[in-house]
């Protein structure tokens, strides 16, 4: 359902592109020559629009409900529904509170490490391609020696071309592959 000021708009679009007559304009919209020619005797409203946006700004928190209770408690004698009109042209709206970030879970302690400046770190990558099996790739890293990696295809678990490898990597990456 169109509005009569949309269809009020139509109207003079028509009458000045096509520069119809306003019978023939409104004929091709539907739209009622009364209606288009109805000017409205409401007072402005100004005041009670800037009272309106006013608390709206000090209680941003308060939606036209409250308001209308805040503005009545000031001696307003306007009703509700006209409250929330005014409360819809204005544009206002509750503002959402952006949620509180929470830690999830419990954080690990970092392990002790076996000697000074040394640091490792872990890494397991897989990756589901349409083939049979199904690469998947470990490493094993630490500043005390360099870095290994294992890479486990389906039930194999292998090093990979041109890297070093380890048992202790091998183990690791064969219990993650299923194997052991």
């Not at 000045?16 to 020619?37: L, N, P, W, Y």
């Not at 009670?48 to 709206?56: G, H, N």
């Not at 005014?86 to 206002?92: A, C, K, T, V």
């Not at 002790?112 to 099996?133: G, I, M, Q, Y």
């Amino acid at each position: 359902m169109v509005r009569p000021a949309a269809k009020r708009e139509a109207v003079a679009c028509l009458r000045d592109k096509f520069q119809m007559s306003e019978r023939r304009a409104c004929s091709v919209i539907g739209a009622d020559r009364k209606s288009i020619r109805y000017r409205s005797k409401r007072p402005a409203e100004t005041e009670l629009r800037e009272r309106l946006r006013s608390v709206a700004n000090e209680r941003r928190r308060f939606g036209y409900r409250r308001l209308f209770i805040m503005l009545r408690r000031e001696g307003e004698p306007s009703g509700i529904n006209r409250i929330y009109r005014l409360y819809r042209e204005e544009g206002l709206g509750v503002r959402k509170r952006k949620g509180r970030k929470r830690a999830i879970g419990v954080r690990a302690p970092l392990l002790v490490e076996a000697r000074p400046n040394a640091r490792w770190s872990l890494d397991f990558v897989h990756d589901d391609l349409p083939l049979k099996f199904h690469p998947a790739v470990f490493r094993v890293s630490g500043s005390c020696m360099p870095g290994w990696a294992v890479r486990a295809t389906g039930r194999n678990a292998e090093p990979s071309a041109g890297a070093a490898w380890s048992p202790v990597a091998v183990s690791l990456a064969a219990k993650a592959a299923g194997v052991w």
